[in-house]
């Protein structure tokens, strides 16, 4: 069995692009771990929490704790479990020497503050832990009872309260007061202190037999409160009042610490709709990203193109208000309507900045690439950077001849840098690869990669230049109000550089363009006091 690579990739990412000429170096760890998710700290240094396999022959596995320095390497370590397989798989902070991980815990044993007796064979229950700085566990938790619980998210509000959502079918133990039905998934929602002290559980009811589960992400607003995306067909109890739009729509649920509901919205259209990442930004406005099945509705665009006689799952991302209601709607993905390449996208990891918006997803193998651009394996890591109104700016395909996964982007110095952690069955695009079992002496690696790209600065010399015209055919006019001197280049949207000269004390330079294919591309000026670009499209 082929082990697993776990990667680690920084890319710099600039306002203009994100570039494909891909490097890599390689922090050699320990073969038997998964990172399910990271935690960056203002030092520089990152937290990562996920599993450690104990036993290959059972395949039972430890939760851990991670300190990463800036270059990556692990500073400390930290293991927690029982008997039985646990892991971590998400982590939050509460303060500079407090931080929250939500995981799963088949143990009752060991480091397992159960509140269960025993657990029946396999199955696994909510385990919720609190750590120091030093990755100590300081105490932890249980919800649930069986393999029918899971916890999707946990997230704090300001109040130091955390919100810990997440789906069951069960009656008996910490869900003992569910009023739903044992056989219908449902979506409960738990309030606890920083001292991991119970305060309460509500269940989103309804009637027998209408399912509804929460999804990735939760978020909280600035006054405390959870933003909850369900993902649900049910249309009674806590969800009537809405009109069921498709086979399954997506709610957002606005819940204060005290239980109340202030307000829910529903979303979806003729078919099929599915809530992924939700983040809120510093102007309470929430970004919603999700997949659809819909050919209708409030997630459909006329940016896609389709064959309407196949079915499409389409990646969307939606940004609202603060109360939930939608200021606009991107959906992305193209279809060969000869060839009828259908390939279906899910969006899995957003993260945003002040000026960029970035959405993380595998893509799979096509036949006719076209916008997914080219294969390098069975499943590639497939990243869209978008501008804050969600229109695409830049699409980066990459990956080895195996298959890829990205679990999680972040960004970094004000999105300057994205973090992508992931895993991977194969080399990356332009780096180094192991021997055929994907491994080096025993061992595995992480690959940290970077494409090399033009940084855009502000003009810090005030000075103002135009291009004329722009849209242009192929010949531009690049005009400047006093003299420049300096570099003058051209980039494609990939980050390659396409033409560059150097001008002395000039105030204009005519560029002919005409070998360039239609697109949008880069002019950059620098020199030891300018550093500033402009775009230009060419229509020939």
Known sequence: MKNLILLIILIYCSSLSIAQNIHSYRVQCDSTYLIRSILPKSNGTFLAVGSDVTDFSTQNQNGFVALFDSNYNIIWKR??????????????????????????????????????????????????????SNGNLIRNTTYGYGGNTDGKSIVINQNGYIYLSGGTVWKVGDFINNPNDMFTPQTY????????????????????????????????????????????????????????????????FCIDTSQNILWKKRYGGNDLDVPKIIIIDSYQNIFLMGSSSSKTGDFFTNELEFDPNYPITYPFLSKMDSIGNIIWNHAYGKWDTTGHNKVQTTFISMTISESKIWLGSSVIKTDNQGWYETNYGKHDFWILQCDTSGILENKLRFGGPEEDWIYNLTALNKGEKVLLQGGTLGGAKNSFYCDTNYTVDGKCYELVLWPTGIKEVKNENS??????????????????????????????????SLYETILKRDKKIDIDLHSLSNGVYYIVLKNEKVYTSKKIIIVH
């Open 79 to 132: 293991e927690y479990g029982g008997t039985e397989s646990d892991f971590f798989e998400d982590i939050k902070r509460i303060n500079d020497n407090r931080f929250a991980i939500l995981g799963e815990s088949g143990s009752t044993d060991g480091d397992v503050n159960s509140s269960f007796p025993i657990l029946p064979p396999t199955a696994t229950a909510v385990w919720v832990s609190i750590v120091d």
């Open 189 to 252: 929602i738990a309030l606890m202190d920083t001292s991991l002290n119970k305060k309460w559980i509500k269940y989103l009811n309804c009637l027998y037999g209408e399912p509804n589960v929460p999804q990735m992400t939760s978020a909280i607003n600035n006054n405390g409160n959870l933003i909850l995306p369900v993902y649900a067909s049910s249309v009674s109890g806590d969800f009537s009042g809405t009109t069921s739009l498709g086979s399954a729509d997506i709610l957002l």
């Open 463 to 496: 000075i103002e230049w135009s291009i004329v015209p722009n849209p242009s055919n192929g010949t531009i006019r690049v005009q400047f109000d006093k003299s420049y001197s300096g570099v003058i280049s051209i980039y494609g949207s990939g980050g390659i």
